[in-house]
């Protein structure tokens, strides 16, 4: 699909790589609506790049319903979704203390990730179903999973299974939306430089990026957001998980 023109909706775009998404899809012409639970950042990254920001929990079926209507009452049907709201917790099985993980932490990082990103895409399509077809497409759904999707490491059960949850659905559901002419893809980032990476030291950050084969640093928001532009403009990208992380492969911790 080309850009220009349509209505976006990026979750977490208040930050990170949504926050990076966003920007670039103003750029490019799209009409940007930023859906984020942070109301104060979402709406300052709206304004300085002209989107609006309407504010919801990912996990609230009748918050992100009625954020759908005020997108839409906005800027129009939108045709394009990028996925980036989620949380990254690290919590082991059993810890140092002999407790076991806490169940509701578990739920929390699937009801986010897992729960809030089906949630929204299932609305989303549900609403753009009604609307006209352009050319052959209807629109373009983008999920974000992790390599922790693969290689989950310690600390990572809940993350990890969230992440895999992602990429599990990815295909049956490019698979049901695709009589209804939208695709659903998802990119799985190695490690990137995002708030959720900037509470690390720079000697943390930079072991981590010297973990990565090549190019040996970690991934820029910019970077992620670049593909994200190729997915939306490429008809033939669907029902598939592309990991976008310099061939890193995640060791134990
Ligand atoms: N940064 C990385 O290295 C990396 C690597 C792999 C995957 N990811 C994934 O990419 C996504 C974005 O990560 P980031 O690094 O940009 O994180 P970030 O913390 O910078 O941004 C996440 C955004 O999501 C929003 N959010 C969180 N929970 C929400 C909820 N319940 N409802 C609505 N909004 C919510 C936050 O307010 C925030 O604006 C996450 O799903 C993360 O798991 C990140």
């Known amino acids: 699909m080309q850009i220009e023109g349509l209505t976006a909706i990026v979750t977490g775009g208040a930050s990170g790589l949504g926050a990076a998404t966003a920007s670039m899809l103003s750029a490019e012409g799209a009409k940007v609506i930023i859906l984020d639970r942070d109301h104060e950042a979402g709406d300052a990254h709206a304004r300085a790049i002209g989107g609006r920001c309407v504010t919801a929990d990912v996990t609230d079926e009748e918050a ?71 050319g052959e497409e209807r629109g373009v759904i983008v999920n974000t999973a992790s390599v922790a999707a693969y290689d989950g490491q310690i600390g990572q059960a809940a993350y990890a299974a969230s992440k895999s949850g992602i990429v599990g659905l990815t295909l049956p559901v490019a698979r049901d939306l695709a009589r209804e002419k939208i695709r659903v893809m998802t990119i799985a980032p190695g490690i990137f430089i995002t708030p959720m990476m900037m509470g690390f030291s720079q000697a943390v950050q930079d072991s981590l990026g010297q973990q990565v084969p090549h190019p040996s640093r970690l991934g820029r928001p910019e970077e992620y957001a670049d593909l994200v532009r190729s997915i ?22």
Do not use: W, Y
């Open 64 to 134: 992100v319903a009625k954020a759908l209507v005020q997108a839409e009452s906005a800027f129009g049907i939108a045709r394009i979704l990028v996925n980036c709201a989620g949380v990254a917790p690290s919590i082991k099985t059993v810890g140092r203390d002999g407790n076991p993980h806490k169940l509701g932490d578990f739920r929390r990082a699937i009801e986010i990730n897992l729960v809030g990103t089906f949630n929204i895409l299932s609305q989303f399509a549900a609403r753009l179903i009604s609307a006209e077809p352009l």
């Open 232 to 253: 939306i403009v490429n008809p033939m990208l669907n029902g598939e998980v592309i990991r976008l992380d310099g061939a890193i492969r995640m060791g134990p911790r």
